[in-house]
């Protein structure tokens, strides 16, 4: 019997949650939930110095207002409890000294300016020199009598090779030589992100890592590790890079000079909380037919992780828009109406209008809700325009035609019986 399928979502609360940082945990739910599995949520905060107030409540927000409901996590509790890194602090130094004592692992006391002045001097060697690899054991036994502050780093093969399998990017094969001796567990008793992620993955029986394709280099580490200690390495799916389209038509890596790219941020601009997850999804992933538009559970049901693509993913903000705009069109006219009620109030600036009315006109036009002001705003204050819109080559207008035709739709309009959109229209054309 296989285990039952178990993904982690891994956040650091270093800030807002990133398209990218949505769209992870938007395939480890879908992975999880499309198998009958367990989605769970793990805060990563050993990075003390990055750590930013507030940021682990926008995680909770934020999962919460997409739907992506985790099954275990920090606020509900599971059977791997504590799901935050900083309360499993106690659980890494044993496994760290366990791979000491079989000799996988060493104790080096090179202090901070020595490792900084061998990446300042490194010709041909990749990062920490060995330097502590091999000290005898009573040099190691009179630094620690001495109280000389170390971090543990674990021995990496000096030759051969480490392969590991993603089943995004197939079978990847490096060198050990060119693999840096990695810090397991910092001076100051906290483990690496790279050791923690490889113990608590253990720990909590993931099936499934899934993470962005900057951490492919990592996983050859993460493999000996899982060697190390004789465990089963889990399944990686590392996920495309999101770029984004630059004036000059190329593309680069996505960040601010695009357009927003936090989750709150695409909110404030106008986007729908479901759009913006049926937009992610198709971010590096397709299922196989031409469907595009999907709620997340039809996601659920379609997603498969063979319909996910090494290319990198274009963040199209112009695609966005067009799902907002289904999306908005498609809600029932009295939820449009609540939808776009703070902007048509903003608009109208105090003047009671028709809000019903203007809904109605508005949802099959509106991209964005922050499109709204813009369209309507004349309705509040005509502002100063330019005589020059009355000319028109192609339908042979000027200013003079356009004053004729405007005073007798005036007196048309002024003579209706009755003031509603069907009358006006039928009296204009
Ligand atoms: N804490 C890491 C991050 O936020 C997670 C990487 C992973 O999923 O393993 O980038």
Redesign the pocket.
């Known amino acids: 019997m296989t285990a039952p399928v178990r993904t982690?979502?891994?956040?650091?609360p270093?800030g807002l949650m990133h398209v990218g940082?949505l769209r992870?945990a938007l395939f480890e739910y879908l992975i999880a939930k499309s198998a009958g599995g367990v989605f769970v949520l793990r805060i990563?905060d050993t990075d003390q110095e990055r750590q930013v107030e507030g940021a682990e409540q926008v995680i909770y927000d934020t999962l919460k207002r997409v739907g992506l409901v985790h099954d275990e996590g920090p606020d509900v509790g599971g059977p791997y409890a504590p799901y935050v890194q900083s309360q499993r602090r106690h659980l890494y130094r044993p496994y760290a000294e366990q791979l000491v004592a079989e000799g996988k692992a060493y104790r080096c006391f090179c202090t901070r300016e020595r490792q900084e002045s061998l990446r300042a001097d490194a010709e041909g060697i990749q990062g920490y020199d060995r330097h502590c690899r091999d000290l005898p054991a009573e040099e190691v036994e009179r630094l620690l009598a001495a109280g000389t502050p170390h971090v543990i780093r674990q021995k990496m093969p000096l030759t051969g090779t480490t392969a590991f399998h993603d089943a995004v990017y197939g079978t990847i094969q490096v060198e050990n030589k060119e693999l840096e001796d990695q810090v397991l567990l910092k001076s100051d008793g906290y483990p690496t992100?790279n050791f923690a992620?490889v113990i608590d993955?253990h720990e909590m029986r993931i099936t499934h890592?899934?993470?962005?394709s900057?951490?492919l280099s990592s996983a050859p580490k993460y493999n000996l590790l899982y060697d190390a200690f004789g465990w089963e390495v889990p399944e990686y799916v590392h996920l495309p890079l999101i770029v984004g389209r630059n004036p000059d038509g190329t593309v680069s890596k996505l960040s601010k000079r695009h357009g927003a790219t936090s989750f709150d941020d695409l909110v404030r601009e106008g986007y729908l909380p479901e759009a913006i997850i049926n937009y992610i999804a198709l971010l590096g992933w397709a299922p196989g037919d031409t469907r595009e538009v999907f709620s997340l559970a039809e996601l659920t049901e379609t997603f498969r992780i063979s319909g996910i693509s090494k290319s990198p993913a274009l963040f199209d903000y112009d695609k966005l828009a067009w799902f907002n705009a289904g999306y908005l069109r498609a809600m029932e006219p009295a939820r449009f109406l609540e939808t776009a009620a703070a902007p048509i109030d903003q608009a109208l600036g105090g003047r009671c209008l028709d809000r019903t009315l203007l809904a109605s006109i508005l949802q099959p036009r509106v991209e964005r809700l922050t499109d709204i002001p813009g369209m309507i705003g004349f309705l509040a204050a005509l502002p100063d325009y330019d005589t020059d819109l009355f000319t028109h080559k192609k339908m042979k207008t000027d200013p003079a035609l356009a004053l004729t035709v405007l005073t007798e739709a005036l007196e048309t309009l002024a003579s209706l019986p009755e003031w509603g959109v069907e009358p006006i229209h039928t009296a204009l054309i």
Do not use: C, K, L, M
């Open positions: 982690r979502y891994a956040p650091s270093t940082n992870t990563e992100y992620n993955d890592v899934v993470r962005g900057e951490y």
